[in-house]
Structure formats: C-alpha cells, structure tokens
C-alpha cells in the first residue's frame, strides 16, 4: 500500500517558522519516484507547488522553488530517502493553506517538478496557519 504522511504543520504568529516532514512507506512505486513535492491549497483557491526535489538518477539532490517560497523555505530529504522536508521560515500569513507532499515522475530539471500533473502519490496534508 503505497503511503505518504505528512506531519509539523500547526499554528504560527507571522515571522515564525516551521518544519513539515514527510514519511514515504509501501511501495517500490515511491521508491522509483525521481521527484518529490510540497504543495499547498487553500478552499477555493488552486493547488500551487511550493518546492520539489529530484531524488533519483543525475538531478537527485537538485531543488525548485516557487516565486512565493524561494529564499524563505527549504526542501530537503534524508539519506534514506523515504523523509522529505519542508523547512519554513519568515512565515507570512498568506502562506496559510494545507500542505500536500507527493511523489511523482518529472522531467530532468525542470521547473515543471512544481507542476501538479508530474505526481501521482499524495499525502492526507498537513493545515499550516499563520496568524498576523
């Protein structure tokens, strides 16, 4: 059964910081997986990809960020490959969504690893709150 859950989000004051983890567990489908992603929704608003990782062949390691995320959060995984981070600081209150991490198949490094359509393993989401 091919599992993906995400965990650390919560509420923080505007300026403040969290840590998402994700754990990936069941499945040789994941494992093969060469990207992993961070994605966000609000109700009523579209799923925006945040950052994404490349963790498998020549791109693994290489990282993309959103406009909206890029100098403030980092992602990162573990040498074991199965926990992907998301690191956030400097939180505004309009990075209040809930958070998604998934695993998918993207081009070589490309942006387009922040694109939706890439993914087809996806965590039950973390609500990340940031208050003004």
């Known amino acids: 059964q091919v599992k993906l859950v995400e965990s650390g989000g919560g509420t923080v004051q505007a300026g403040g910081s969290l840590r998402l983890s994700c754990v990936t567990s069941?499945?040789?489908?994941?494992?093969?997986?060469?990207?992993m992603g961070w994605f966000r929704q609000d109700p009523g608003k579209e799923r925006e990809g945040v950052a994404a990782?490349?963790?498998?062949?020549?791109?693994?390691?290489?990282?993309y960020y959103a406009d909206s995320s890029k100098g403030r959060f980092t992602v990162s995984q573990d040498d074991g490959k199965n926990t992907i981070y998301l690191q956030m600081n400097s939180l505004k209150p309009e990075d209040t969504a809930m958070y998604y991490c998934?695993?998918?198949?993207?081009?070589?490094?490309?942006?387009?690893?922040?694109?939706?359509?890439?993914?087809?393993?996806w965590g039950q989401g973390t609500q990340v709150t940031v208050s003004s």
């Open positions: 069941g499945s040789t489908a994941i494992s093969s997986s060469n990207c």
């Open positions: 990782i490349y963790t498998l062949g020549d791109p693994a390691g290489t990282t």
């Open positions: 998934a695993a998918g198949q993207c081009p070589a490094w490309s942006s387009t690893s922040l694109n939706s359509h890439n993914y087809n393993y």
